[in-house]
């Protein structure tokens, strides 16, 4: 007998919030069975078919208007290889799912580096990404950046990715407490994005889903704000995702909507997903992809132009939205110098 497919309802938002002029996030829903990226009602609703399902955040950065471009600029050829080359290839699997969203995001990355480098107005933008790639009763996160990806099961919330950042860096290597990081001044300072450098090394991680599990994908614009736990009250009290959303916005605002607010939220039901139990391992779980998923798969057809910015894009001076340093080396030597200051 096959499969009852997992069934999966969706909404996203996304907001101004109550400082910035102008919104530089972007998300995005798409069926990639049937190609439709949209919240029109099938989408909103739909079973994951053979080619899975595809949810994103990005959150622009760069001054002016180039923050948009980057953040659409990666939606749009994220979902554009996966909707041709993902949607063509032979063998439908687990590990070659992982690998074209994987792919996905290395292109994007070339493509936009490639566009700022050209367009002298933009150059320097740059775009985190998460992307949350559903495949059978498997999900699978590939991170770029500090938006994030939560999943809340039984009443507790997991956060499922790690952000590159100099603060997390620090808690990796036990020099700052989460509590810590939470407040630093450095919390901003992010070791990759989209578009800055030629390379990214793509943070990929795989989750198994439960019957009734809720994901949520958003910005720093919410996460910063918000606590953990919250979002599991939060989902408690609204049933209804747009609702969701809405609340989770509205809640960011009310403490002083220091960012734009972007959030995607799904739910999984359906009797091929177990029902959760105390045994399951949630959180943050890297996923490798195996040499023979990348000695197999055909390559990737030669990139397309990338796509021409909105009309909106003319350097006005608008100084970037965030103190974010994007480059990687700078933010290793604040590191090194943290390190070597607590050790002496």
Request: glycine letters at 8%.
């Amino acid at each position: 007998m096959t499969r009852a497919p997992v069934r999966v309802s969706v909404f996203g938002k996304t907001d101004l919030g109550l400082t910035r002029e102008h919104n530089e996030d972007t998300f995005l829903v798409a069926d990639l069975t049937t190609g439709n990226a949209s919240l029109h009602p099938e989408v909103r609703d739909h079973a994951v078919g053979a080619r899975g399902s595809l949810f994103m955040v990005a959150d622009g950065m760069g001054g002016a208007a180039a923050g948009e471009v980057a953040s659409a600029m990666a939606a749009d050829i994220i979902h554009r290889h996966l909707s041709t080359v993902w949607a063509e290839d032979a063998e439908v699997s687990a590990g070659r799912f992982a690998f074209r969203m994987k792919e996905a995001v290395e292109l994007a990355n070339q493509q936009i580096y490639a566009y700022a480098r050209e367009h002298p107005d933009v150059r320097g933008m740059g775009t985190t990404v998460t992307a949350a790639g559903i495949f059978g009763d498997e999900l699978y996160l590939a991170q770029i950046g500090d938006s994030r990806g939560y999943l809340i099961r039984n009443g507790t919330t997991f956060q499922l990715t790690r952000d590159q950042s100099l603060t997390q860096r620090l808690v990796d290597a036990g020099e700052l407490t989460e509590e810590e990081a939470e407040h630093s001044e450095r919390r901003n300072i992010i070791l990759q994005a989209l578009g800055p450098d030629p390379r990214i090394k793509v943070d990929l991680s795989r989750q198994r889903l439960r019957r009734d599990d809720t994901l949520i994908l958003c910005s720093d614009g919410l996460s910063g704000v918000v606590k953990r736990e919250e979002f599991s009250e939060m989902v408690a009290r609204s049933r209804d995702l747009p609702s969701l959303c809405s609340a989770l916005i509205n809640l960011a605002n009310e403490r002083g909507g220091p960012d734009n607010v972007t959030v995607v939220a799904a739910r999984f039901d359906g009797e091929s997903l177990p029902e959760p139990s105390s045994a399951d391992d949630a959180g943050y779980q890297v996923y490798h992809v195996s040499e023979d998923e990348i000695a197999e798969s055909a390559p990737a057809p030669a990139p397309e132009p990338p796509p021409a910015p909105p009309a909106a894009v003319a350097g006005t001076g608008e100084p970037a939205k965030r103190s974010r340093d994007l480059v990687v080396v700078a933010a290793l030597l604040v590191l090194i110098a943290l390190i070597l200051t607590a050790l002496l």
